[in-house]
């Protein structure tokens, strides 16, 4: 079983449209949660961190953490076309990220 | 900044060269990782170090190895390259620890023919 499952996409919204990702993990032992967005061609860059269940905001971004359900969602409110890019939910195993596939997203202008 | 750097964005290389991807960081990060990203399968850790001369196998080594001499380069080495391994390497460093994040450089292409 993979440590993290993330729905592929592609996704596409208009602009404004509230963005909803998610993704799932297998161990309930996992403490640390992060998202990451990755432009085309780029690498990935940290956007959200965080640490137990919850819910975590920055600016037009909110991450929550579900430990119960083992499931983690990022959502992105007023997107921009500046927010397509492919978003990674890595799992922080010991030392090191586990990511799933990453979903891509699009938003229309 | 963090900086992490990839010594080539783009690379062609022939079946059965030896290829040697470099990357360099400027954060004295202990922990360094090279990924390969694939369409589908995301990013998949081949190797990672968390010191100098000090290395661990990650999820799919085969075909791989790695080399830290000094604390801020870590190099993924291609043996013989074969076709299977054209991708997008990534490489990453991070300060030791549990749960700590990684900084991305940014990529290189790797097209074996």
């Known amino acids: 079983q993979k440590e993290v499952e993330q729905d592929p996409g592609p996704l596409s919204v208009p602009e404004g449209a509230i963005v909803s990702l998610n993704c799932t993990y297998s161990?309930?032992?996992?403490?640390?949660f992060m998202w990451y967005r990755q432009y085309s061609r780029k690498g990935p860059e940290l956007l959200m961190y965080t640490y137990s269940s919850g819910n975590k905001e920055d600016g037009r971004f909110t991450a929550q953490v579900d430990k119960s359900s083992k499931y983690i969602s990022l959502f992105i409110r007023d997107s921009q076309p500046s927010d397509s890019a492919t978003y990674l939910c890595p799992i922080a195993n010991d030392y090191k990220l586990s990511f799933g596939a990453g979903t891509t997203v699009t938003v229309r202008a | 900044d963090v900086k992490v750097t990839q010594s080539s964005r783009y690379l062609v290389k022939r079946t059965g060269e030896k290829v040697f991807l470099e990357c360099v960081q400027d954060?004295?990060?202990?922990?360094m990782f090279w990924y390969r990203q694939d369409p589908g399968l995301g990013l998949r850790l081949i190797y990672f170090?968390?010191?100098?001369?000090?290395?661990e196998k990650g999820d799919i080594p085969e075909g791989y190895s790695v080399s830290r001499e000094k604390k801020e380069r870590f190099s993924l080495i291609l043996e013989s390259a074969s076709t299977n391994q054209t991708s997008m390497y990534l490489c990453a460093s991070g300060f030791r620890g549990r749960g700590t994040e990684a900084f991305f450089g940014q990529g290189t292409r790797l097209t074996v023919v």
């Open positions: 170090s968390y010191d100098v001369k000090m290395k």
């Open positions: 954060m004295d990060h202990e922990n």
């Open positions: 161990n309930s032992a996992f403490q640390y």
